[in-house]
């Protein structure tokens, strides 16, 4: 997987050591702050870079064992990142918003998907062109508003064998459900964030593009090895 001393010195060039005031600073990330400059928490990157190593042999093994790993980050500067690295690795995401019960009530929400995937179906033989102009305009809302919530989970059949959420705070929901059903999740999070919840707590920056789309690489990289 990767080289430690190789990943550290690109995290810290992304900038993932900067975390928040003290103030804001979850107690679960207490251990990982190795130092604190100007009122703000720095990072100590070598577990940061350990607890990456040790994430991206577990997803590879997820991978390898013919599971899907859900990828979910809805904050809008991420968005882009999210779905690029996703999609690289062939693997379901979420960017726009959690719905409730993506995992907790899976077959209902897959009922959703198998409509969207009937809709454009339709839509894509020209079985839409008999319905009045109306009707065409609903089921092309309807379409578009499926596609926002479902799009990027239309290839996921079953539960996801693991997630990958950058911002366990800001996803709180998808962190809730997660934990319910009992699937591991490997989080980017910042020192606010409570890390204790999650298997694989990746602590660091999650709020800037250079800093996600390292962790988010790395990850999917082990993943391209299998």
């Known amino acids: 997987m990767s080289d430690i001393n190789n990943l550290i010195e690109q995290m810290y060039t992304a900038g993932l050591q900067t975390g928040y005031t003290r103030s804001r600073r979850h107690p679960s990330t207490q ?3 190795y130092a604190i400059k100007n009122r703000i928490d720095i990072i100590d990157l070598t577990q940061t870079a350990k607890v990456l190593v040790e994430a991206q042999e577990f997803l590879a093994g997820i991978k390898r064992a ?19 690295a996703a999609e690289h690795a062939d693997m379901p995401y979420i960017t726009k918003r959690w719905v409730g019960g993506i995992l907790t009530n899976f077959k209902e929400i897959r009922g959703r998907i198998n409509i969207l995937d009937d809709l454009e179906d339709r839509k894509a033989t020209n079985r839409l062109i008999y319905r009045t102009k109306k009707e065409r305009l609903l089921l092309e809302r309807t379409i578009d508003k499926l596609n926002a919530n479902f799009g990027g989970i239309k290839d ?24 319910i059903k009992n699937i591991p999740i490997v989080a980017l999070g910042n020192t606010d964030c409570d890390m204790s919840v999650i298997e694989y ?17 790395a990850l999917v990289e082990a993943m391209k090895t299998i």
């Open 31 to 33: 251990d990982a702050i």
């Open 66 to 84: 013919g599971k899907k790993i859900l990828f979910v980050g809805t904050k809008p500067e991420i968005k882009r990142l999210i779905t690029e």
């Open 156 to 179: 996921m059949k079953d539960l996801p064998g693991a997630l990958v959420i950058i911002d366990p705070l800001k996803e709180n929901n998808a962190v809730k459900e997660t934990r």
């Open 201 to 217: 707590p990746i602590i660091g920056n999650d709020a800037t593009q250079a800093s996600v789309s390292l962790i988010l690489n």
